[in-house]
């Protein structure tokens, strides 16, 4: 069963930090359909937050098709966001975990590295939407 980390210094709602590590515990196949999610009660106890943000955060995975309310059952996960390849990812993970491993031996924190992934994908998803006129030096950079 998931358990939920609310940090409140991250500025990001807490509900939405919900909804954030429930749908990262989908792509990492921590929870698969069928699985239950804590409920509210349990979420409450363990994080001190307002019952009405565990429902809410519910609903809008509820709302996305992840999740699926059994009355008087709890709630329940409908469908994963993982990748079938685990062998891939295993590998991957692998990598991940040594270039993390060199990151903070050089002296980077949390932030940094989180700071630095962000930065790649960012430039990546920009590499990868670019207009082909763009992409390719179109007129602006014949000038």
Same mark, same amino acid.
């Given at each position: 069963?998931?358990?939920?980390?609310?940090?409140?210094?991250?500025? /990001?709602?807490?509900?939405?930090?919900?909804?954030?590590? #429930?749908?990262?515990?989908?792509?990492?196949?921590?929870?698969?359909?069928?699985?239950?999610?804590?409920? +509210?009660?349990?979420? /409450?106890?363990?994080?001190?937050? @307002?019952? @009405?943000?565990? *429902?809410?955060?519910?609903?809008?995975?509820?709302?996305? $098709? *992840?999740?699926?309310?059994?009355?008087?059952?709890?709630?329940?996960?409908?469908?994963s966001l993982g990748n079938a390849d685990a062998a891939?990812? +295993?590998a991957l993970r692998a990598e991940l975990a040594?270039?993390?491993?060199?990151?903070?031996? /050089?002296? *980077?924190?949390?932030?940094?590295?989180?700071?630095?992934? #962000?930065? /790649? *994908?960012? +430039?990546?998803?920009?590499?990868?939407?670019?207009?082909?006129?763009?992409?390719?030096?179109?007129?602006? $950079?014949?000038?």
């Open positions: 069963m998931i358990e939920y980390r609310i940090d409140r210094r991250s500025g /990001v709602a807490t509900y939405q930090q919900i909804v954030q590590q #429930t749908k990262q515990a989908l792509r990492l196949g921590l929870l698969q359909p069928g699985d239950k999610l804590p409920t +509210a009660r349990e979420v /409450v106890e363990a994080t001190a937050i @307002n019952p @009405n943000t565990v *429902l809410k955060a519910y609903r809008e995975l509820e709302r996305e $098709g *992840l999740v699926e309310p059994r009355p008087g059952l709890g709630t329940f996960v409908q469908r891939g990812d +295993a040594a270039w993390v491993d060199r990151a903070f031996a /050089v002296g *980077l924190d949390r932030e940094d590295v989180t700071a630095l992934t #962000t930065a /790649v *994908l960012d +430039a990546r998803e920009q590499r990868t939407s670019a207009p082909a006129d763009q992409a390719g030096g179109g007129r602006e $950079g014949a000038r």
